[in-house]
């Protein structure tokens, strides 16, 4: 079955700690994307990527980083810079490029920071 | 990017139809309307998008106004599982870059009552 995974479900870590979110993809995308999700809200864009070792950031990248080596993954490293990395992350995929149309979501990670 | 208004929330009956508004009054000619939901704790799902015609599929319909300054997303039949909130959301499909980013407000909560 083709999807995108996203592991763990839940993550837990001491403040001062960078944590790697991991994000696979086996739908042979292009673009791929990091959101974040804090309660009652709507999701903000954190970093995209339209290409292999290409990134872009998106609306809310202080304290975050990304890296895009391979086509199917695309991992997401909270920093301890990130004043308030507790949230529900959300990757996304799609085809890229002009009217691509649906994006396809992972079922996220929900990170919490003690 | 141009806007969507959509109410905070809405309620109906299991097996009932179900119209959930959304404004977009400042759409430009290229913007398609998305539709996406997401089921608590899981990343969004994509239910439907279109650019001018009404549009059907197995999960919904998409009903756009003449001006496009409105559409709506119909439910036919409400079920339990139906219970999300929808998210309204332009895209200029006919722009790269940053462009391929979906932009979520806060969508509506939608209830279904048994």
């Known amino acids: 079955d083709g999807g995108i995974t996203q592991s763990p479900k839940y993550l837990f870590r001491k403040e001062g700690q960078n944590v790697t979110l991991s994000c696979e993809q086996n739908l042979n995308h292009d673009a791929m994307y990091w959101y974040r999700q804090d309660p009652g809200q709507g999701l903000r864009l954190i970093y995209y990527s339209q290409i292999v070792n290409d990134f872009q950031k998106g609306d809310i990248a202080e304290g975050y980083s990304v890296s895009r080596e391979k086509k199917e993954s695309f991992p997401l490293t909270v920093t301890s810079a990130q004043k308030n990395p507790t949230a529900f992350y959300l990757c996304?995929?799609?085809?890229?490029?002009?009217?691509?149309?649906?994006?396809?979501f992972g079922p996220g990670t929900r990170l919490t920071v003690t | 990017d141009a806007k969507t208004t959509q109410p905070n929330s809405m309620e109906s009956n299991e097996e009932e139809p179900v119209h959930l508004p959304c404004n977009h009054s400042t759409i430009s000619g290229t913007d398609y309307i998305h539709w996406y939901r997401q089921l608590p704790s899981q990343g969004p799902e994509y239910v439907i998008h279109?650019?001018?015609s009404n549009v059907n599929n197995r999960m919904a319909s998409l009903a756009i106004a003449e001006d496009r300054k409105s559409s709506t997303l119909i439910l036919h039949r409400a079920t339990l599982r139906d219970a999300a909130v929808y998210y309204c959301i332009l895209r200029d499909e006919n722009s790269g870059g940053s462009n391929y980013k979906l932009t979520f407000g806060k969508g509506t909560l939608l209830t279904v009552n048994p």
């Open positions: 996304a995929s799609n085809l890229g490029g002009l009217g691509s149309g649906e994006q396809y």
């Open positions: 279109g650019l001018t």
